[in-house]
């Protein structure tokens, strides 16, 4: 019993390991034969040796769309949560000129042409995409359902692990009225669903709010969505009346949809599923 007591104490002074602030540094003191135990016991507590341990894996997020509305405050929320961050749309690089901008990678592509855009998976861990529109019925249906389902499916056969969809609320009466709109969101979040059953978020937002950029001109549209969302989001049983409920879902600001998004790629115990317009009011207030 003796001997494995002074067996144990030698094993414990030949070797110490301390941790840095950000953990990441193993020292050996094989040669301190005073070693931290004894040090400490007279009160003192030598500096570690440190070794220098490879860095974590980074996390790559492409932004599907992070030229457009939405898509930019999520570059930028997530640029300024320190993942890498890449851009893929038909335009490319977009038109803004803040200093942000410059830390994403602008990839030009579309998703009706998968070749024009294979690079862009390269190495990525996550998506967010934010690819959605309006026209007529086929072509909503195309943009917000078909387009999506073809970036969930090369998405999934490069083994990427997260995939966030910015969706939408329904509107009840007005979803008759903008059918291949929702029709292509809900194939677009069944496609997701199924492909991505432990790592797919749907985000179900209504009207979003914040600063959007039309041409060289801002348009400020929380003048009417942020007092709307200050007395709707505490009206959630008006919408469950029948047809008209759905239009008192309260708005929400884009820097909370950003927020949610970001976290639901990168957070690896995020639940999977759908996320309504109050789940993301909920998730954006925490912490
Ligand atoms: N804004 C709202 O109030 C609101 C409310 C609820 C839900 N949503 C949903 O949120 C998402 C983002 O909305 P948003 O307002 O940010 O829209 P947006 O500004 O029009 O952004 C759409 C983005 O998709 C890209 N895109 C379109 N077709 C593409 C294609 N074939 N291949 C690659 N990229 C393509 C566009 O860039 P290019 O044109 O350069 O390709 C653009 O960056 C949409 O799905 C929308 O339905 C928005």
Redesign the pocket.
Known sequence: MARLIHHSKLAISRFSISASRNGRFLSTSSDKSNGPIGSAKAGIVEEAETVQLPPPPTEKLLV????????SHICKEALNRGLTVAS?????RSSIQESWANSVMWHQ????STDSWKDALKGVTSIIS????FGSNSEMYK??GT?NINAIRAASDEGVKRFVY????DFGVVNYLLQGYYEG?RAAETELLTKYAYGGVILR????YGTRRVGSMKLPLGVIGSPLEMVLQHAKPLSQIPLVGPLLTPPVNVNAVARVAVRAASDPVFPPGIVDVYGILRYSQQK
Request: with cysteine.
């Open positions: 599907i769309g992070g030229n457009g509305f939405v898509g893929l749309s038909r335009s490319g592509g579309n998703l009706f934010c690819v959605g529109g943009i917000n387009a910015i969706s939408a609320a969101k937002p209504g009207f979003i």
